[in-house]
């Protein structure tokens, strides 16, 4: 199976910050991976597909990058409604593996 | 607007089983990928059982053998039975549709207590 990597699991940041986030793979997966976001009592948006694309309707402030086992969504500027937890998803391979999510706090 | 809409979860005692049901709308569940993915109260994200286009299934080692996926074309719905059932099993069943899992249900909640 492949494990997703997800760093950090929680982090804090102001209002107008950029954010990044990392998921690595424990193998390749070329651009097989989607980034999801999740407020609490919610159900799970997705925010980035193929690993770049973004979902129809989702801020331009997000974006997503990489190819292979190393990729990252950035959030270029931290917004009070950003205040989630965001989840990454290899799906090159069943199993498909979720990332250990990262909690985004609004300081 | 694609719909997917997920029935079947409620109380169960260990050991008991209970069957969930997905019935998309605006999807056809015959050649398209249908997974679940569950939350465990306060936990992250787990996948836990895929059907894809040629309608073989996969599991997650922890359901392996208790859960099965299956799919009614003529009803568009997909089912997973889920037998002898665990406290750990307690989560939010999510179904969700598309090979990267484009659209999700509201989810429904399964409870595994005596």
């Known amino acids: 199976d492949i494990q997703m990597t997800q760093s950090p699991s929680a982090m804090s940041a102001s209002v107008g910050d950029r954010v990044t986030i990392t998921c690595r793979a424990s193998q390749g997966i070329r651009n097989s991976l989607a980034w999801f976001q999740q407020k609490p009592g919610k159900v799970p948006k997705r925010l980035i597909y193929?690993?770049?694309s973004l979902q129809s309707g989702v801020p331009s402030r997000f974006s997503g990058s990489g190819s292979g086992t190393e990729f990252t969504l950035t959030i270029s500027s931290l917004q009070p409604e950003d205040s989630a937890t965001y989840y990454c998803l290899q799906h090159n391979n069943d199993p498909l593996t979720f990332g250990g999510g990262t909690k985004v706090e609004i300081k | 607007e694609v719909q997917m809409v997920e029935s079947g979860g409620g109380l169960v005692q260990p050991g008991g089983s209970l069957r969930l049901s997905c019935a998309p709308s605006g999807f056809t569940v015959n050649n398209n990928y249908m997974t679940w993915v569950r939350q465990a109260p306060g936990k992250g994200l787990e996948w836990v059982s895929v059907?894809?286009?040629?309608?073989?299934?996969f599991y997650a080692d922890s359901v392996k053998g208790r859960f099965t996926f299956s799919r009614d074309t003529s009803k568009n719905t997909v089912y997973v039975q889920m037998n002898s059932l665990r406290a750990e099993d307690t989560a939010v069943y999510y179904c969700?549709?598309?090979?990267?899992?484009?659209?999700w249900g509201q989810g429904t909640l399964v409870t595994v207590s005596s």
């Open positions: 059907i894809n286009r040629g309608g073989s299934t």
């Open positions: 969700a549709g598309g090979s990267d899992l484009d659209y």
């Open positions: 193929a690993a770049s």
